[in-house]
């Protein structure tokens, strides 16, 4: 059983930046996929961002060019970095990882954007 757990939200005032982090309790090499998906309060979940086992990276047309999705394999660990943050950005967000084609997901973490 792999265990994910967020860490890094909070309150930000918009155009402010977060790092988002999440610790895997496994090797995260060897997963085939890790990624972040955020939900709004009444919204449904949504992909944000996706990083490949060799290091690909893609992204949520609503976040490209503000965000960056990165992971430390050493350390277990997978990022996002969130700048430029808008009203619009705030939602719980979740990491996701899948090793042999099974999902984990993380317990979420809250990004309030406001003044």
């Known amino acids: 059983q792999v265990q994910l757990v967020e860490s890094g939200g909070g309150l930000v005032q918009p155009g402010g930046s977060l790092r988002l982090s999440c610790s895997a309790s496994t090797t995260i090499s060897s997963a085939n996929v890790m990624g972040w998906y955020r939900q709004a309060p009444g919204k449904q979940r949504e992909w944000v961002a996706t990083?490949?086992?060799?290091?690909?990276?893609n992204y949520a047309d609503s976040v490209k060019g503000r965000f960056t999705i990165s992971k430390d394999n050493f350390n277990r660990t997978m990022y996002l970095q969130m700048n430029s943050l808008k009203p619009d950005d705030t939602a719980v967000y979740y990491c996701?990882?899948?090793?042999?084609?099974?999902?984990?997901w993380g317990q979420g973490t809250q990004v309030t954007v406001s003044s």
């Open positions: 996701k990882g899948s090793w042999f084609y099974r999902d984990y």
């Open positions: 990083i490949l086992s060799r290091g690909s990276t």
